[in-house]
């Protein structure tokens, strides 16, 4: 199945600002999905990012505040933009897999202070 | 929309017992994923179920797949430390998309 490198692990910051999440993935890859893991809560899917066109996301979520880039098959980033302390999650991305159902990266712990 | 509920919302056992967790789905599933959670860190896929009936089995866990129940089990048997962690499960909708259950928090005591 498909390994997909997720960083930065964890951070931590200030409110106001931008944090960029990247996730690459070791094959090519038609679709991936990143999510929001609030604490204590389940996974909620933020949006759907395809190579080439505009990402479509969820109820609830804006390009503005979750811009996500897909610039190729292996690749993609979400910015979670003018953090609050409501921003504090889990983030994940995840591809489809196949035999293995979705595989995830391996989150990125955002607190924002 | 389809949701997923999971009883119980947490369990505490001790080491050697058996446990089962529970997925159940307001709608149809057309599949049902289990994933295990370590705290703070991503999810690592234990077991995929394609079809109503359909049961698999690693290592010391066992998933079932009940298309007419609407509903999923996860067994464990004889549980050990390595165990503990949260487990989600996920159904795959309609739209190429997976939605999850709220997850169950286990912890075995030693």
């Known amino acids: 199945s498909a390994v997909i490198s997720q960083k930065p692990s964890r951070d931590i910051c200030q409110r106001g600002t931008s944090l960029t999440i990247q996730c690459q993935v070791d094959?090519?890859?038609?679709?991936m999905f990143w999510y929001r893991q609030q604490p204590g809560q389940s996974l909620t899917l933020i949006a759907t990012?395809?190579?080439?066109?505009?990402?479509?996301?969820e109820s609830g979520f804006v390009i503005d505040k979750f811009p996500i880039s897909r610039p190729n098959l292996t690749f993609s980033t979400l910015t979670v933009s003018n953090m609050s302390p409501e921003d504090s999650s889990i983030y994940l991305c995840?591809?489809?897999?196949?035999?293995?159902?979705?595989?995830f990266g391996s989150g990125t712990r955002l607190t924002v202070v | 929309s389809q949701e997923l509920e999971q009883s119980p919302q947490s369990l505490i056992v001790q080491e050697g017992k058996n446990l089962t967790i529970n997925c159940t789905s307001s709608k149809t599933l057309y599949g049902l994923y289990w994933y295990k959670q370590k705290y703070g860190e991503g999810l690592i896929f234990l077991m995929m179920l394609q079809k109503g009936g359909e049961e698999k089995s690693h290592e010391k866990i066992t998933a079932k797949l009940d298309e007419k129940k609407q509903q999923s089990s996860l067994h464990i048997t004889a549980s050990q430390p390595s165990h503990a962690g949260i487990y989600l499960c996920g159904a795959p909708t309609s739209y190429d998309k997976v939605i999850f259950g709220p997850g169950t928090s286990l912890s075995v005591i030693p």
């Open positions: 990012a395809n190579q080439g066109s505009e990402a479509t996301y």
């Open positions: 094959s090519q890859v038609t679709m």
């Open positions: 995840s591809v489809a897999a196949a035999r293995y159902g979705y595989t």
